[in-house]
Every structure is written in C-alpha cells, then in structure tokens.
C-alpha cells in the first residue's frame, strides 16, 4: 500500500498556517498555546512505526516527523490528578486516550510522512500518531489537546467504539 485509505467524518477542514493553533490545557501546570512557527522551532524528530485501522487494515513502515507527544506534555506538565486526554480536530472530532499511552516513546504530533508535508486529507497539517492503538485515537487536524482526570469518551467511543482500542486484542466495540 503507497498510500492509506482516507477516513473521516465528512469535513475535511483547511487549516492554514498562518493561523495554526494547538492548544494544551486542563489540568497542566503551563498552559500552552503554539502557532506554526512555535511548533516548529521544539525539537523536530522522526519516528518509524506501523499504523492499524478498525476497518481491517494496516500499513507498515511510515516515517513522521514532527514533535514526541511525551516532550510536549513535559512543558505542559500535567498535575498528579491528570489521568487522560482527549484530542480535540478542527473538524469536531474528538478521541480519548490515557496519558501513559499517549505519551509512549513512539507517540508523536506529526507534520510529515515519508518526508513530506502531512496531506491535508490525512490530516495536515498536524495529527497525533499512536501507532499501538487503532488510528482512529490518532486524531487529525489536531487543535486542542484537553488534559482531563478521569476518562471520557469521544466521537467514536460515544458511539459504539472500544474505549481503549488495542488493535492486538481486537478491541474495536466497546
């Protein structure tokens, strides 16, 4: 597969980067509030990983570059009653995750994949990749990233999906 299916709700918002805006907020100790340039100038690193949707497919081997979730929550500095978070799309999406996983070593908040620019249709300019997970808990066109206590489910979990989503145990419906 050169390329992977496109899946969404049936908006696919342009985001223009001149005014791109991610947001970290709830329960951090710093909020945060970056523009393009400002995620671009934290450490920019490149990961390899697989990526399993719920509709029975995979693709291998996908090069992202952008920021490690795991250095973005450090400056956000979630307090000790933070368990989750919940990743909020330009579109009105949003998924729930709990921190530990999405701040795993191979987490990331990518703008590129294969050395190019993230397409708009798969989400550019910036999604999360939680590559152990089903896609669906990597959201696109990411905006906000709400750091709550106790779960909370989103589009897809409110609506018949698994609240965790582990691809390996097959954990599509809750």
Not at 141 to 146: A, D, G
Request: charged share 25%; proline share 5%.
């Amino acid at each position: 597969m050169k390329d992977w299916p496109v899946l969404d709700l049936g908006i696919v918002p342009a985001v223009p980067l001149e005014r791109f805006r991610l947001d970290v907020d709830g329960l951090v100790r710093n909020r945060l509030s970056l523009d393009w340039e400002a995620l671009q100038a934290l450490r920019q690193t490149t990961l390899r990983s697989d990526i399993h949707c719920v509709t029975s497919w995979s693709r291998y081997d996908n090069d992202w570059t952008g920021v490690r979730t795991r250095e973005l929550m450090a400056r956000a500095d979630p307090v000790a009653e933070a368990g989750h978070v919940i990743l909020h799309g330009h579109d009105g999406y949003t998924t729930n995750l709990p921190i530990a996983d999405f701040v795993t070593a191979d987490s990331i908040l990518a703008t590129h994949w294969q050395g190019e620019p993230l397409e708009r249709e798969h989400g550019g300019p910036l999604r999360a990749v939680v590559p152990h997970l089903y896609f669906w808990k990597s959201a696109k066109w990411l905006k906000r990233i709400e750091v709550i206590g106790t779960d909370r489910a989103g589009y897809w979990e409110r609506n018949g999906y698994h609240m965790y989503g582990d691809p390996w145990s097959e954990q599509r419906y809750g």
